[in-house]
């Protein structure tokens, strides 16, 4: 046990340090690029001083019609720098949405990889069952806080597979089948046994404690996977 929560430990830790590089590299790059943008981004008054050049530059326009022009571009100059200042800001938000979304993918991929580890190590190890109370009176299992209620059929394999498991002995499905029906193994088939498990399995619904908790042994048949002593039958 002390292994199994140093290695959770490592992996936790391991699992932050990844997020950690992670957002902090998404915000270096999208930091990186926006001072790239912004610096190649036009100077938002060019426009304006090459108007004033051409005011200087030709004094001698009189005429109200090329007063009126010059009036024209000025305006539209000051126009462009109004709508430049107004892209700055719309990259800028796009470059913090972005990251927001990077970092978010980030979190969202490390979680799944943290999980999927998490049920293989469950699925090397087996469900952690603190109490398992069968009652063959309610047709109920109770497996630690979690209640299920079962069919006839599924609390009789169930029942049969716990007191195997009491005995350290692992069943097939002929005697399983045997020992429900009452009739000798080698006069049962063993597919009635696979199928009593499997129907024990549908009833229990949770996949995760269904297949973890019944387990199948290579051509062996099928066990609990839960300790002698937390096994309590009423």
Request: glycine share 6%; hydrophobic share 55%; with cysteine.
């Amino acid at each position: 046990m002390p292994e199994n929560i140093s290695s959770a430990t490592d992996a936790l830790r391991a699992g932050n340090r990844v997020v950690t590089g992670g957002i902090a590299a998404i915000v270096l790059i999208l930091a990186a690029a926006a001072v790239f943008l912004f610096l190649n981004l036009p100077d938002a008054d060019a426009f304006n001083a090459r108007v004033e050049r051409i005011f200087i530059e030709n004094d001698a326009l009189r005429s109200g019609t090329e007063i009126r022009l010059l009036e024209i571009l000025a305006q539209s100059g000051t126009s462009f720098s109004d709508v430049l200042a107004s892209y700055r800001m719309v990259i800028f938000v796009l470059l913090v949405f972005s990251a927001a979304l990077l970092i978010a993918a980030l979190v969202l991929l490390v979680t799944i990889i943290a999980l999927n580890r998490r049920m293989s190590a469950i699925q090397r190890s087996g469900i952690q069952v603190a109490s398992l109370m069968i009652s063959r009176e309610s047709r109920a299992v109770y497996i630690n806080d979690m209640e299920f209620s079962l069919t006839e059929a599924a609390i009789e394999t169930l029942s049969v597979l716990a007191e195997a498991r009491m005995d350290d002995e692992v069943l097939n499905g002929a005697q399983i089948e045997g020992m429900i029906s009452g009739r000798d193994a080698a006069d049962c088939d063993e597919a009635a046994g696979a199928t009593r498990v499997k129907r024990l399995r549908d009833a229990l619904g949770n996949q995760m404690v269904s297949e973890l908790l019944v387990k199948t042994i290579a051509r062996r048949g099928y066990m609990l996977a839960v300790g002698k002593d937390v096994i309590r039958m009423v």
